[in-house]
Nanobody, 121 residues
Framework: QVQLVESGGGLVQPGGSLRLSCAAS????????MGWYRQAPGKERELVAQ???????NYADTVKGRFTISRDSAKNTVYLQMNSLKPEDTAVYYC???????????????WGPGTQVTVSS
């Protein structure tokens, strides 16, 4: 199984920036898609941003224009640059990897342990 480790979370004031990193234990070129999800207390886990092996990207409407997902294949790492942060961005952010399982013939999701992002004055 692929191992994922997030880093870069912390406390930031509204309008500030953070960059999250997700290091994978195998080449991200062999992973169909990687992304970032977040979960706030009492809320469902939601997709924030996703990047595919073909470099296609998807963003939640709430973060478009503020967040940017990117990857460095040589480092097996995916990044989430977060600008113009708002208090409602406060959540635990989880790295996700989607890998095709040839036996089950479906995609399997793998998750990192999460990193806390808190946006507050």
């Amino acid at each position: 199984q692929v191992q994922l480790v997030e880093s870069g979370g912390g406390l930031v004031q509204p309008g500030g920036s953070l960059r999250l990193s997700c290091a994978a234990s195998e080449s991200i070129l062999s992973i169909n898609a990687m992304g970032w999800y977040r979960q706030a207390p009492g809320k469902e886990r939601e997709l924030v941003a996703q990047i595919t092996s073909a470099d296609g990207t998807n963003y939640a409407d709430t973060v478009k224009g503020r967040f940017t997902i990117s990857r460095d294949s040589a480092k097996n790492t995916v990044y989430l640059q977060m600008n113009s942060l708002k208090p409602e961005d406060t959540a635990v952010y989880y790295c996700n990897a989607q890998i095709w399982n040839t036996v089950l013939r479906r995609f399997i999701d793998y998750w990192g342990p999460g990193t806390q992002v808190t946006v507050s004055s």
